[in-house]
């Protein structure tokens, strides 16, 4: 964050973003803050102020007002906690340690204050409106905010947006941005805002500004501008028609929208869509006071030129009475420049001059509607209309004609029955009718104005992959008096709301699942399901004033009756109180809000005259005509003709949509929308309602925070833990609470944390440890904050004090040395002032500098501490010396251990080399079954997805299935009841016909009876030729299926021959495999052959190499030996310096001696000649000593040079041995190459046995999987699918045996296998039976499933079979009950015997058909009792079989259970052979360090060496100089001596340090071979460790392939399971589509059954009209008998005629029977057409994920590629610094044979100085002196030789140490990487079965549910059946009394003739439409 700050700071516009941390990080407040003890208490105007607490008074607390200082008693739950200083203005309101209302208030205000507009509060950014312009708009800071996270950049929506922007790039998910807010707090600015910051970032070109309006250029040519341009410009047109000036916005929008911008996949701009939602209408017709309508009324008014106002009849705006105050000013909007930006707004987006004109007539004539002035008429109330002038001009706008439009206002056409009449409208009726045409065409242009920006928008042919939304709709609104449009605004509200309860707090319980921490899952959104479910909901709110609209007389009062009868008792649903004006009060979110419901209904329903709207839609203006073709009306007529019962109100419902229903929809479509999103919230909130800046209301402020929900999610977080911590900054801020609570050292930050909680005693309910932060409940940082400032305030005090007193001390201190110093100043001052004149004093004074005598003492004492340095040093090199001798016999028995070890990993090096090889091999092999899982897991991932999203396809589906299965059952249970009613009239109809039949009988002769007779014999012949015909339909049918069957049997045979063939051909195929087998195996037998030869070598050359290596025993014993004489010579070395330190002893006597005789020369220089003679006689004693000493010195440079001839000869013996030596080891080398490459040709051999092996594996598995393929196609060749697994079962025991024989082979190559084959085999045992297992337990699921199914449908073929035999037993009795009448018939109508006997036939044959049926259904029944007890049976049997399966499927899960632990001990035991692998290598580093250090210490020597000889040769050379000069000078001979002596003093230290350095360098040396020995011992066993190691990880591996092969079983197995889920989940879509057709056929045949119901009502009526006039017409009859014997002949020809019109109506119901199934029949082949394509379409699916996995395949050989082009690189560096090494090894070799040959060249000089001094030396010491030189130099030269090739050796050594650490890091890389594969790929199989369960379930859901679909629809059929047999037999009694039709007609004439209007009238009209046509044809004869 501070980073940002400072990058960003030397911008200005940050001054409204930043915060200054300066002044919020002020001590001085901290302090107040702790010391005053600040809280919060509520205040009547300010909402809340400071306040201190002075005194606790029981249940009320004693506060002081920080700004008034009174002091005030306020209840405890009143007072709310206030943040530390530390908050102050904090950017996330999230982040307050205390959320309350009160800190949440402070803290917008202060960053109001602050000019910080912007504050995010969690997931809201909520926003203040500022009242002034703000540079934080410009593109400065949009470039500041691109490409930025949200934390990295202040708060402000264009974080939002780039948030929301980023997120659908990188996730590819949609996003939503929801402004919410108050009129006039901005919402469209900052939605306008939203869209310049998109248009500038997602531009395809970049636009030149973006921001503003403004800067529009004046298109004269281009009419049509850019995408990015029109969507910016899309925001003036919807301002100028959908904004107004409200009292608390001059530019409010009264309309809510959602602008839709979508984004093609590179992220640019593709297009945009805009909805809009509840235009406010109602503002064109009236406006309150200070308030405008729409702005384009007044810029059109202002804007227009002459010409547009001619054309357009404007006229003055005082002049318009809709615009209620004229024409308003408004100072921040000048209404003609707007109206030009809106002209050309309109141009860019597309619009010509035609449409613009158009719009503004609409607009014009929407003002002209206003000045219809009517009048009433005195004694009628019939409108008038007096003057039509300006209904000309309205006219003349619309393209009507003026008297229709009068006429249609003044006197409305209704349809009343079948006619139409005028109906008179009073004046507040017209002016009603008026008002509501002026809305709604206003509205009608709106939504095309919407409609053609749409399409504007849309016109790019870039595809949208995904978009962003922007909600731009009202906020929450209390007033004091709510209507209609308030509670659509506050449901809509309450919906948002929920989205985000829901959005944040599951975002919060995910963070707390991801932290692990204990969290019970609380769905926050259920907290306003109450209130949503009571406005929306059946008989809900708006449901019940749906249901009111609907009935004529309800009124607003009988709503509000039954609004509060039905919900009284809701918890979210009050009653009013009496005396108050609202109607009732819901509680919301934010509060209650009280709701009057005056015009409710009329505003739902929102009538318009469909006269006027009729004429509107055949207009001559092609506009008005657009606008209004679609409308959907509530007209007069349709208001006043519904009728009052429940079914026409039904019939009502759907020729129109009320406002409430129309808006939900819109909703329900929004809320889908948002839910599919990722939703931010912008929430926009009004300061003040005097729109003055700087100035908070602060109750005004806390109402909309409650109504935009920021305290609802403030309420939300408190449940949770809001405050969270990370654990370093929590140490860091607050260990010191805890002192000496975590220990020193290091300590992970979660159990540090612990502790600290854990000394502070914090109760365990107010914070959570999770994995990466500590999460406090509210209030828990500020109490600790406290804690941690009275904690620094002692801190600080003490340290202050502890200062203060250190300085005081430091000062007394000072003062005490002042004093003293004082003193002895004083006493010095005073002795001098009495030494001053003494004369002694003087004299000492200027004799103490002349003195030389005073330095004497010191100089003793400085050679005595020298002395004594002298002989520490000797003592410490004798103690070092001793420990020399111990360490190098240590290292000499080392040495001989690690000549042993040296022979042992020689041996295993090969061994290690053969491991190397197979690994390699194994490691390919393993990367190839790696390649090909991850591609198959890609592929199962590519299924899962595709099957998700199928699944929620089918999840959609079926609650659409179940929303419709519901309705269909309401419309059942409707006519259900209005069946029952109808039986009931029925029933009761019957009884009355029955009546009068029985008063007919009387009357009607045998003629009758006989005609009866006829027609009955005439229908049954017709029945009987339906029968035929329907059976000869059925006979093809029949044939038909035949032909099939016979087609299927012949498909079926050739079916069976291929099979056959096949099997054939595979059996072809397993001889030719056979045979193959038994030439590998032939093959095999040759190479275990081989291999035994080979072995055989191996053996003789190990015996060859022990020859060698006892040989090379004896080289080293001799070299032992040569080591011991050696030591002996140093010994006689070391005696002879102890002589030759003796001697120089006695030399150093004499010299002493010499200098104290020269000393005493000096002083009697002036001595007499005897003195003179005792000087010679001591000079020719010197001398002669000097003669002693040379000839002695001599003798023992002739010793040393026999010792040194003697060295040099036994380490040229040894030179030689060492070669022959190295001799035999190249040849032992050049063996070991031979058995290398022999073995390599043998692991060749065995690489190609083992590709055979895995050729024949392939094939095999081939085999078996063509023989499941067999075996799954055809079920009858179960005997071929057991003799084909037998034979595969055969072919694996014979690859068993191969595979047995090779690893026989592979134990005889290596040693170590017999180890480890054991586990191998145990492993595989329990991998085999493991894979067993898991096959029997995925069959025993699949059994249980089936099972399950099976006995789902035998479970619902008992229910269908007691559901029949219900149904049957209900016909039986209905069948009783008729021959009960029909008897009881019989008996009342015995009138003639004949008549007698005729019903007794009758009634027998009816009898007889009856029993005949009775014993039908009974044998149905008896069937049905044995099928459902068989069915029982098998339920059992299937009950018993899923129980067994469950338990073997818990033994197997449990043995799979005890199988992960084997592994996870594997694994476990691998990580801690890695872990000492990891150990080794560090200490390996830690040896060559010291190596290196060791040979560091060796060239220093070196060189302090030579520096040694250099000056010792300068100081010969100056002693030879001056013993040369000795006779010249005699004066100064006692300087000369003095020198002489200094400087062999000198030579001496020199040579004593020099032999110090040579024995420091053979110490060295010695070191250095001692630490090359351990290297090569330490290589040798970290390679055998790594090559056990490796032998383990090769086991390790195989088991990991045996894994990964039992992996791919598996996932095969669940591949076939998933082919058969998609199979079922095919047949399921085929299933639910018929049984969708078949439910629209149920659909139709019950509208079918709903229209015959209607007509037999209408017919039961007349029925009853008959009987009356029968019984009035009874006495008549006998007069008038003759007549109706003529009128009954006229109706048998009529009935005749009817028969006819009946056979011709029924051929023509066959027909279109037949067309019926004809057209199902197409409908069946284009779904099988439409299945084809599906299935071509999956496989350019499977094409696509084909090439898909090529590309993947070529992607991770690049990969490969590169890997290997690093790993070379890697190398090349390697060997480049090798080289360098090389190099710089080469320039010290160089260097060091420069100073050999320096010390050579000056050994010679030295020699031939020595010649010149010493003439008479001898020539033997000078031959000795140069064969000791050449020896010298052949010793360095094989020095150097053996250096060299010891370095060469080293490099190879350390190259091939580096290798194989490499090759081992690799190793264990894969290794690790194939363990977390397989770890993966068994978590995708675990989430795929999980998948594949639940899909199962999914399907047994829909099997259920599609079963009872279908036995609903078997009732609804069986319900059919059974009304039109009712049907039937009412048809056939009304026929029966045929005597009574010209009364019925009579009464259907006269009462067509004289029927009322209202809603008997039109259900005539609407349902006796066959009786009305044969009432015209009565008419017409």
Request: charged share 35%.
């Amino acid at each position: 964050m501070a980073d940002r700050r400072e990058s960003t700071s030397n911008m200005a516009e940050l001054q409204y973003l930043v915060v200054d941390k300066q002044v919020i990080n002020d001590p001085a407040s901290q302090a107040e803050w702790t010391a005053k003890r600040l809280v919060w208490v509520p205040h009547e105007t300010h909402g809340f102020v400071a306040a201190s607490i002075k005194a606790e008074r029981g249940e009320e607390l004693e506060v002081e007002i920080a700004e008034t200082n009174k002091l005030y008693l306020v209840s405890k739950d009143d007072i709310q906690k206030m943040n530390p200083p530390k908050f102050s203005k904090v950017e996330d309101m999230a982040e307050l340690t205390c959320l309350n209302e009160a800190s949440v208030l402070h803290n917008l205000k202060d960053r109001y204050y602050s000019g910080l507009i912007y504050t995010y509060s969690g997931l809201f950014c909520v926003v203040v409106n500022p009242y002034k312009r703000l540079p934080i708009y410009t593109e400065k800071v949009i470039v500041l905010y691109k490409g930025k996270k949200r934390h990295e950049v202040p708060p402000h929506v264009y974080a939002i947006t780039d948030n929301a922007y980023r997120s659908m790039l990188q996730d590819r998910e949609d996003q939503s941005i929801l402004c919410t807010g108050e009129s006039g707090a901005g919402k469209t600015e900052n939605t306008k805002k939203v869209i310049q910051y998109l248009a500038y970032v997602a531009s395809s070109h970049r636009p030149k500004s973006v921001l503003g309006h403004a800067e529009v250029a004046k298109p004269k040519d281009i009419l049509i501008g850019e995408l990015e341009e029109q969507l910016l410009q899309a925001n003036p047109i919807l301002e100028s028609f959908g904004n107004a000036k409200t009292v608390k916005n001059d530019n409010s929008s009264r309309f809510g929208k959602f602008i839709r911008i979508n984004f093609d996949m590179s992220g640019y701009i593709a297009g945009a869509n805009i909805e809009s939602y509840l235009l406010e209408k109602s503002r064109t017709v009236r406006q309150a006071k200070d308030e405008r309508t729409f702005h384009v009324f007044y810029q059109l008014l202002a804007g227009a030129n002459e010409a547009q106002k001619k054309e357009l009849l404007l006229e003055d705006p005082k002049a318009y009475r809709f615009l209620s105050h004229g024409f308003l000013n408004v100072a921040s909007i000048d209404d003609q420049q707007e109206f030009q930006l809106t002209m050309q707004a309109m141009e860019i987006m597309g619009l010509n001059h035609e449409d613009m004109m158009s719009i503004f007539k609409i607009v014009s004539a929407t003002m002209q509607f206003g000045n219809m002035t009517f009048q009433q008429e005195r004694k009628t109330d019939q409108a008038t209309l007096p003057d039509n002038t300006v209904a000309q001009k309205v006219c003349h706008l619309l393209g009507l004609p003026v008297s229709d439009l009068v006429k249609a206002l003044l006197k409305p056409k209704l349809k009343v029955g079948r006619d139409f009449v005028h109906k008179a409208q009073n004046k507040e009726q017209v002016e009603f009718a008026v008002e509501a045409l002026s809305k709604g065409t206003y509205e009608r242009m709106f939504k095309w104005i919407v409609t053609r920006i749409n399409r504007s928008l849309d016109r790019t042919k870039r595809q949208g992959a995904s978009f962003i939304g922007i909600l731009d709709i009202a906020g929450f609104e209390i007033f004091e008096l709510n209507s209609f449009e308030q509670l659509c605004i506050n449901y809509t509200n309450e919906k948002l709301q929920q989205l985000f309860n829901h959005t944040m707090f599951v975002l919060e319980q995910e963070e707390y699942q991801r932290e692990g921490i204990e969290w019970k899952f609380i769905d926050f959104g259920l907290d306003l399901q109450p209130t949503i479910e009571l406005i929306e909901k059946p008989m809900g709110v708006l449901a019940l004033v749906d249901e009111e609209c609907f009935f004529p007389k309800a009124t607003d009062k009988s709503f509000v009756e039954k609004l509060v009868a039905s919900h009284k008792s809701h918890p979210k649903f009050q009653v009013a109180e009496f005396r108050s004006n609202a109607d009732f009060s819901v509680i919301h979110y934010a509060g209650k809000v009280d709701y009057a419901a005056a015009q409710w209904l009329m505003k739902n329903m929102d009538p318009l005259n469909d006269n006027v709207i009729e004429m509107l839609q055949h207009s001559t203006e092609p506009f008005v005509v657009q606008i209004w073709k679609d409308a959907e009306i509530v007209g007069l007529s349709a208001t006043a003709g519904i009728s009052e019962t429940q079914f026409g109100a039904r019939t009502r419902k759907g020729m129109f949509r009320t406002v409430s229903q129309l808006y939900k929809e819109q909703l329900a479509k929004l809320m889908v929308t948002l839910r599919n999103t990722n939703p931010n919230f912008v929430r926009c909130i009004i300061p003040n309602h005097e729109k003055k800046a700087g100035k908070i209301d602060s109750i005004l402020v806390l109402d909309q925070l409650r109504c935009n929900g920021v305290l609802e999610g403030i309420r939300i977080c408190r449940q949770g833990f809001p405050n969270r911590i990370g654990f370093q900054d929590f140490r860091q801020r607050y260990e010191f609470l805890t002192p000496n609570v975590i220990p020193k050292g290091f300590m992970d930050g979660k159990k540090a944390c612990e502790l600290m909680i854990q000394a502070l005693e914090l109760d365990p309910n107010l914070y959570r440890i999770g994995q990466s932060k500590v999460f406090f409940r509210a209030g828990v940082l500020a109490h600790l904050e406290e804690e941690r400032d009275l904690k620094l305030t002692d801190i600080i005090i003490n340290f202050q004090a502890y200062c203060r007193g250190m300085l005081a001390r430091k000062n007394y201190q000072k003062r005490l040395q002042q004093i003293s110093a004082i003193k002895i100043i004083q006493r010095n001052c005073a002795a001098y002032l009495k030494l001053r004149n003494w004369p002694w004093w003087r004299l000492f004074t200027k004799v103490k500098p002349l003195l030389q005598v005073t330095g004497q003492e010191e100089r003793l004492s400085v050679k005595e501490n020298e002395l004594k340095e002298v002989a520490e040093k000797l003592d410490r090199q004798k103690a070092e010396y001793s420990e020399v001798e111990n360490k190098l016999a240590q290292i000499v028995e080392e040495k001989s251990i690690l000549a042993e070890q040296l022979q042992a990993e020689t041996e295993l090096c090969a061994e290690a080399e053969e491991m190397r090889v197979r690994l390699q091999a194994r490691k390919t092999e393993l990367e190839e079954l790696l390649h090909d899982f991850e591609g198959r897991i890609e592929e199962e991932e590519e299924r899962a997805t595709v099957l998700n999203n199928e699944k929620k396809k089918l999840a959609q589906h079926i609650t659409d299935l179940e929303e419709q299965l519901e309705e269909e059952e309401g419309s059942r249970q409707k006519l259900q009841l209005e069946k029952h009613a109808a039986e009931s009239k029925i029933k009761q109809m019957e009884e009355t016909l029955a009546i009068t039949e029985d008063s007919q009988a009387k009357l009607i002769k045998e003629k009758k009876q006989l005609d009866e007779r006829n027609v009955e014999l005439q229908q049954q012949l017709q029945e009987e030729e339906d029968k035929t015909k329907s059976l000869a339909k059925i006979k093809h049918k029949q044939e038909a299926s035949i032909n099939d069957l016979e087609e299927r049997l012949r498909r079926e045979i050739a079916l069976r021959e291929e099979l056959e063939r096949i099997k054939r051909r595979l059996e072809a195929e397993l001889a030719e495999t056979k045979e193959q087998l038994a030439e590998k195996k032939a093959q095999c037998e040759e190479l275990t052959q081989q291999l035994a030869k080979k072995e055989d070598e191996l053996a003789r050359l190990t015996q060859r190499v022990d020859d060698e290596s006892t040989g090379k025993a004896t080289v080293h014993k001799q070299a032992r030996e040569l080591e011991s004489q050696l030591a002996e010579l140093s010994e006689d070395f070391d005696v002879e310096k102890a002589a030759r330190a003796k001697a120089e002893k006695q030399r150093r006597d004499l010299s002493e001696e010499l200098e104290a005789l020269k000393t005493e020369l000096i002083e009697s220089l002036d001595s007499t000649a005897v003195q003179q003679e005792l000087r010679n006689k001591r000079e020719q004693e010197l001398a002669s000593t000097k003669k002693a000493l040379e000839e002695e010195q001599k003798t023992r440079e002739m010793q040393v040079a026999d010792m040194r001839h003697k060295q040099t000869q036994q380490e040229g013996t040894l030179v030689e041995q060492l070669e022959l030596m190295k001799k035999a080891k190249n040849s032992v080398e050049k063996a070991k190459a031979a058995l290398e490459a022999e073995a390599a040709d043998v692991a060749n051999d065995l690489k190609t046995m083992s590709v055979a092996k895995q050729d024949s594996e392939r094939k095999r598995k081939q085999l078996e999987a063509h023989v499941q393929e067999l075996t799954m196609k055809v079920s009858e060749l179960d005997r071929t699918k057991g003799d084909a697994t037998e034979k595969a079962a055969k072919l694996q025991s014979e690859l068993e045996a191969v595979l047995a024989q090779f690893e026989e082979a592979e134990s005889k190559s290596s040693r170590l296998d017999k180890n480890f084959s054991t586990l191998e085999a145990q492993l595989a045992d329990v991998q085999e039976s493991l894979q067993e297992e898991s096959k029997q337990k995925l069959a025993l699921q699949a059994r249980l499933r089936q099972a399950d199914s099976e006995k789902d449908f035998l479970q619902e073929q008992l229910d269908e079979e007691e559901e029949r035999k219900a149904a049957v037993e209900r016909q039986l009795a209905d069948t009783n009950a008729k021959m009960a009448e029909f008897k009881r018939k019989a008996a009342e109508s015995g009138a003639t015997t004949e008549e007698l006997e005729e019903l007794k036939k009758k009634a027998a044959r009816e009898l007889e058909a009856l029993q005949a049926e009775k014993e039908q259904l009974m044998s149905q029944c008896d069937k049905s009792e044995r099928s459902k007890k068989k069915l029982q049976q098998e339920f059992d049997d299937l009950n018993l079989a899923v129980e067994s399966d469950r338990a073997k499927i818990s033994n197997l899960e449990k043995r799979q259970r005890k199988f992960d632990q084997l592994l996870a001990e594997e694994k476990a035991v691998s990580e801690r052979n890695a872990l000492e692998r990891d150990e080794r290598d560090r200490e390996l580093r830690d040896k060559e360090t010291k190596v290196l250090s060791l040979q560091r210490n060796l060239d220093e020597l070196q060189d302090r060496l030579d520096e040694a000889d250099r000056t010792r040769k300068t100081q010969l050379s100056e002693l030879d100089d001056l013993m040369a000069n000795k006779d010249d000078v005699g004066k100064n001979i006692h300087e000369l001596e003095k020198s002489r002596r200094a400087l062999a003093d000198k030579v001496e230290e020199q040579r004593l340090h020099i032999e110090e350095l040579e024995d420091e360098f053979q110490v060295c040396e010695d070191g250095k071979l001692r630490l090359e020995v351990n290297m090569q011992a330490m290589k040798a066993q970290f390679e055998r460790e790594l090559q056990a190691r490796d032998e383990q990880n090769d086991d390790k591996r195989k088991a990991l392939t045996k894994q990964l092969r039992e992996l791919e079983v598996e996932l095969e197995d669940e591949r076939k399971q998933r082919q058969a889920a998609v199979g079922a989940k095919k047949k399921l879509e085929g299933d639910i589509a018929s049984v969708e057709q078949q439910h629209e056929m149920a659909i139709k045949v019950r509208d079918d059954a709903v229209k015959q119901l209607k007509k037999l009502q209408g017919q039961m009526k007349e029925l009853q009209r008959e009987a009356e006039e029968a019984r009035a017409s009874r006495d008549e009859m006998a007069q008038q008998f003759r007549d109706n014997e003529k009128r009954l002949k006229a109706l048998e020809a009529e009935i005749l005629q009817l028969q006819e019109d009946l056979a011709v109506s029924e051929r023509q119901r066959r027909a279109a029977e037949g067309d019926r199934d004809d057209l199902q029949e197409e409908l069946s082949s284009a779904l099988s057409s439409k299945q084809t394509l599906i299935d071509e379409k999956k496989l350019q699916d499977g094409r696509i994920n084909d090439l898909e996995e090529e590309l993947e395949e070529e992607q991770t050989n690049v990969e490969l590629l590169m890997d290997k082009n690093r790993k070379s690189s890697l190398q090349i560096e390697q060997m480049t610094a090798e080289l360098n090494a090389e190099r710089v090894l080469a320039q010290k070799a160089e260097n060091g044979r420069v100073t050999y040959e320096k010390q050579n060249k000056e050994l010679k000089a030295k020699l031939e100085e020595l010649e010149q001094a010493l003439r008479g030396k001898s020539k033997a010491t000078i031959a000795s002196l140069e064969t000791k030189i050449g020896n010298l130099e052949e010793q360095l030269d094989a020095e150097v030789r053996e250096r060299q090739n010891a370095s060469r050796a080293n490099r190879r050594l350390e190259k091939k140490l580096k290798e194989m650490v490499m090759q081992s890091e690799e190793e264990r890389r894969h290794a690790d990487q194939y363990k977390e594969q397989v770890d993966k790929a068994n978590a995708r199989v675990k989430a795929l079965k999980r998948q594949v369960d639940e899909a199962e379930e999914e399907l047994t859901r829909v099997n259920a549910q599609k079963r009872k679909l279908q036995r609903d629809y078997d009732e609804q059929v069986e319900s059919n059946e059974s009304q039109t047999r009712e049907i039937h037999t009412l048809k056939s009694k009304v026929r029966a009394g045929g005597a009574g039709r010209s009364s019925i007609l009579g009464v259907g004439r006269n009462r067509s003739k004289g029927s009322p209007s209202g809603a008997a009238g039109d259900d005539t009209a609407s349902t006796g439409g066959t009786l009305d046509d044969s009432v015209s044809e009565e008419d017409k004869d």
